[in-house]
């Protein structure tokens, strides 16, 4: 339901535009194809992966010699769910340790949603039973430690800080461990989202990273890069940068509610390679859903 009431926006707009196309047409032509695919660029699909896809979709009302527009309506939601799914076998599930802690390093440009979306997860966890730290490793932006506080206290965890401007390196140290002698479940860590200076980013990213693969073999079992639905392609140009720097496991596309281009979601996984692990459908503690393609995309057209 929460995932449906979400997407209204991209259903409204998106999907609605399909099924418009499916009773226009009734009949399958090189129109048909053409309309759809100008559909499907402007919900930012990404231009890439619209090609591949009305080319299987031709391919595959050709092969199941199909001429019904309706027909051709549940192909397309075949095919948009196994592209999404891709042939690597990725999925959304977290990579969860037995024997904690699991540490979860969060990445992600200004204003995404990533504090945010870090008060989700601690929420979503801490309701599941587990027991949570944060790590304010943003210590670069005015504010960031506060509002991360202002998270934990609303969720009921306990923060790990230092003061605005120290080494981040130094904080994860400290949190990690203050999560291995509280035997914490999960270690979630924030940074800094400084784009600016892509060189100084990546290397406190690596910095912050060393530290935690030294103090946990294994660690990082998470990274997970935030993105924000509503800015289209230019997540995509972030997702490629941090693509560089880190190796990152996992995105969580925040503010999907905001937008009525859902479909960045498969430009990201098809042109990445990396799964959508989460989506933010809203700013309230309980508006973060694991991402599940098939409910994702009947859901648009149900
Ligand atoms: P950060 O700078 O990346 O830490 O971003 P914040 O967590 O401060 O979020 C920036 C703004 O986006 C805030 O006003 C959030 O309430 C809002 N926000 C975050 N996630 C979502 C979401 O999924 N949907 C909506 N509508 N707003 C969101």
Same mark, same amino acid.
């Not at 509610?257 to 989506?279: H, M, W």
């Given at each position: ?39 499907? #660029? ?47 076998? =990725? ?26 979306? #870090? ?48 080494? &981040? ?22 940074? =800094?989202?400084? *784009? ?23 660690? &990082? ?14 997540? *995509? ?13 996992? #995105? ?22 990396? &799964? ?25 057209? =149900?």
């Amino acid at each position: 339901e929460k995932f449906k009431q979400g997407l209204t926006k991209t259903r409204d707009s998106f999907a609605g535009r399909v099924n418009d196309l499916v009773a226009r047409y009734r009949k399958v032509d090189e129109d048909f194809f053409e309309e759809l695919e100008e559909i499907l #660029i402007q919900a930012d699909v990404g231009f890439g992966t619209v090609i591949e896809l009305i080319d299987e979709l031709k391919t595959e009302v050709k092969r199941r010699n199909i001429s019904d527009t309706k027909e051709v309506q549940s192909v397309i939601s075949e095919k948009l769910v196994e592209i999404y799914q891709g042939d690597d076998g =990725a999925d959304s599930e977290l990579n969860i340790q037995e024997d904690g802690p699991t540490v979860i390093l969060f990445v992600g440009v200004n204003g995404v949603g990533k504090t945010t979306t #870090i008060g989700k997860m601690a929420h979503k966890f801490k309701s599941e039973g587990k027991s949570v730290i944060l790590a304010a490793g943003d210590t670069f932006r005015a504010g960031a430690i506060e509002q991360l506080e202002v998270w934990g206290s609303r969720v009921g965890v306990e923060v790990i800080k230092q003061a605005e401007g120290s080494d &981040p390196a130094a904080v994860m140290f400290d949190a990690i461990q203050s999560a291995k002698a509280r035997k914490a479940d999960i270690l979630i860590c924030d940074t =800094a989202g400084r *784009l600016q200076n892509k060189v100084n980013l990546m290397k406190e990213l690596e910095k912050v990273k060393r530290v935690i693969e030294r103090e946990i073999p294994g660690a &990082p079992h998470e990274v997970l890069l935030v993105l924000d639905a509503t800015t289209g392609q230019n997540a *995509l140009i972030q997702a490629k940068t941090f693509k560089e720097a880190t190796n990152v496991s996992g #995105i969580v596309l925040t503010k999907l509610d905001g937008t009525a281009k859902g479909g960045i979601v498969l430009a990201i996984r098809n042109e990445l390679s990396i &799964p959508v692990k989460f989506v933010g459908l809203g700013e309230q503690m309980d508006d973060l859903q694991e991402f599940d393609a098939e409910k994702y995309v009947y859901g648009l057209f =149900a």
